[in-house]
């Protein structure tokens, strides 16, 4: 069966360090792959897309990283600060269909 | 800009009960979505409209229905509201069928089902 698969467990990291998560799917050959940001009480805000032909992508002070090899994508924030304390989900979209299928999020806590 | 804008923020409801939700969107986008969240399961399609005048199914349509009243808006309909649907539901939208369009979501409507 395709699965998505984010950590299920916080990620706690000191303030200026970089922040890395995760997102691992299975049965999946996405076309393109998005990250989008939830705060506590509000919807997700989209951050970054990537497509499978594309290595990295880079905004601002995040990276991510597509691998269709390992069928795995790596969202790096660089120079954490508390303000980016939020759940980070990932969603895959496969070729065709333009509709994602979201992973169930990882909660990033950024301590002062 | 308001961007996607539901209707209620909170609503509880007792079993057999009826109740619709709203969704607007200002984006002038084609495409809107129903999402429900619930802890541990992440997002799942519930309903979609592609265009004006088209609905589908999602992951999980059971027990609901939806109505694209316009290009605008989006509403989910719960005929007869069980526990099971006690969830925080979002509305999305995009630019349409268009692969690598990002999703613009409301803040969500919180509903309890007694």
């Known amino acids: 069966s395709q699965k998505i698969e984010q950590n299920s467990e916080a990620l706690n990291i000191q303030e200026g360090k970089t922040a890395t998560l995760t997102c691992n799917y299975t049965?999946?050959?996405?076309?393109?792959l998005q990250w989008y940001r939830q705060d506590p009480g509000r919807g997700p805000v989209f951050l970054l897309l990537i497509r499978e032909n594309e290595k990295e992508k880079r905004k601002e002070r995040l990276k991510v990283t597509f691998d269709t090899t390992l069928k795995q994508s790596l969202f790096h924030i660089t120079a954490s600060q508390p303000a980016d304390s939020a759940t980070y989900l990932c969603?895959?979209?496969?070729?065709?269909?333009?509709?994602?299928?979201f992973g169930r999020g990882t909660s990033l806590i950024v301590h002062p | 800009n308001a961007g996607v804008t539901q209707t209620p923020k909170f609503q509880v409801l007792k079993t057999g009960q009826s109740m619709t939700l709203q969704c607007a969107q200002d984006?002038?986008?084609?495409?809107m979505y129903w999402y429900r969240q619930d802890p541990g399961m992440g997002l799942r399609l519930i309903y979609y409209?592609?265009?004006?005048?088209?609905?589908d199914k999602g992951e999980v349509p059971n027990g609901y229905n939806v109505s694209r009243l316009n290009k605008r808006e989006f509403s989910l309909r719960l005929e007869s509201a069980a526990p099971s649907q006690t969830s925080v539901y979002f509305c999305?939208?995009?630019?349409?069928?268009?692969?690598?369009?990002?999703?613009?979501f409301g803040d969500g409507t919180r509903l309890s089902i007694l």
């Open positions: 409209s592609a265009s004006e005048g088209t609905t």
């Open positions: 999305a939208s995009g630019k349409g069928t268009i692969s690598n369009q990002p999703q613009h």
């Open positions: 049965n999946y050959s996405p076309a393109y």
């Open positions: 984006m002038n986008h084609n495409s």
């Open positions: 969603a895959l979209e496969v070729g065709g269909s333009y509709i994602p299928t």
